[in-house]
C-alpha cells in the first residue's frame, strides 16, 4: 500500500525559507514522477511542481517557478520541496502526490496527507 | 489559461439519491484529459476518475464520469453516507492544468 508523509511545514516569516520532505513506500518510488500540489485554507488545489522519475523533466507553476525547487533522492524514497522568498499568498497545505503512472501524466494518486505552511510576519 | 466552473457550488440530497455535478471550461479540453477528486474534512483528496470516464482503483461503479469538449460531468448513482464531501474537477489537457472550485455534496 502507497503511504506518502510530508513533513517540514510550519509558521515562516515572509522571505523566508522553508524545505518540506516527503517520504515514500509501498511502491517502486524511483520510477515514478512525484508532484506537490497546494490547497489555501478554504480554497481549491492548486498544483505546484513535478519531478519525473530520472530527474530528467522539472515543471513548475508560474506562481512558484523561480522560488521553488523540487529534487528527489531515489536512494531514500523521498521528494523535496526546497521554498524560498516565501510569500504570505504561500500559505497552504502542501501534499505530496504521487503521479498515477510511471512517466507525468498530470493524474494525481495518491495523495499524502499534507503539511501546513503558513506564511506570516 | 483553462478555467474550469463547477456548477452547482453546494448539492443538498439525501442517501440513495442520484447526484450530478457539471463542470466547464473556458476552452475545450483536448483528449477527454480530464479527472475528478473527492475530499473529505481534513483528508486528502482522492482520485476518483480520470481520462474523462476511467474509474480509478477501487472506485465503487456507482461513480461514473462523462462528458467531451468543454462539458463534463460527475454523476454518482445512488449516495452513500459516506459520498458526502466536495468534488474538484481537474482538465490536464493543456497547460496549465487547472482545477474547478469544488461542489459540495450535503446531507
Not at chain 1, 29 to 57: C, I
Not at chain 1, 64 to 82: A, C, M
Not at chain 2, 7 to 26: D, K, Y
Request: aromatic fraction near 12%.
Amino acid at each position: 500500500q502507497v503511504h506518502l508523509v510530508e513533513s517540514g511545514g510550519g509558521v515562516v516569516q515572509p522571505g523566508r525559507s522553508l524545505r518540506l520532505s516527503c517520504a515514500a513506500s509501498g511502491f517502486t518510488f524511483s520510477t515514478n514522477a512525484m508532484h506537490w500540489v497546494r490547497q489555501a485554507p478554504g480554497k481549491s488545489l492548486e498544483w505546484v511542481a513535478v519531478l519525473s522519475y530520472d530527474e530528467y523533466h522539472e515543471y513548475y507553476a508560474d506562481s512558484v517557478k523561480g522560488r521553488f525547487t523540487i529534487s528527489r533522492d531515489n536512494s531514500k524514497s523521498t521528494l523535496y520541496l526546497q521554498m524560498n522568498s516565501l510569500r504570505v499568498e504561500d500559505t497552504a497545505v502542501y501534499f505530496c502526490v504521487k503521479d498515477l503512472r510511471d512517466a507525468i501524466s498530470w493524474v494525481f494518486d495518491p495523495w499524502g496527507q499534507g503539511t501546513l505552511v503558513i506564511v506570516s510576519s | 489559461e483553462n478555467v474550469l466552473t463547477q456548477s452547482p457550488g453546494t448539492l443538498s440530497l439525501s442517501p440513495g439519491e442520484r447526484a450530478s455535478l457539471s463542470c466547464r471550461a473556458s476552452q475545450s479540453v483536448s483528449g477527454g484529459y480530464f479527472a475528478w477528486y473527492q475530499q473529505k474534512p481534513g483528508q486528502a483528496p482522492r482520485l476518483l476518475i480520470y481520462g474523462t470516464s476511467s474509474r480509478a482503483t477501487g472506485i465503487p461503479d456507482r461513480f461514473s464520469g462523462s462528458g467531451s469538449g468543454t462539458d463534463f460531468t460527475l454523476t454518482i448513482s445512488r449516495l452513500e453516507p459516506e459520498d458526502f464531501a466536495v468534488y474538484y474537477c481537474q482538465q490536464y489537457g493543456s497547460s496549465p492544468l487547472t482545477f474547478g472550485q469544488g461542489t459540495k455534496v450535503e446531507i
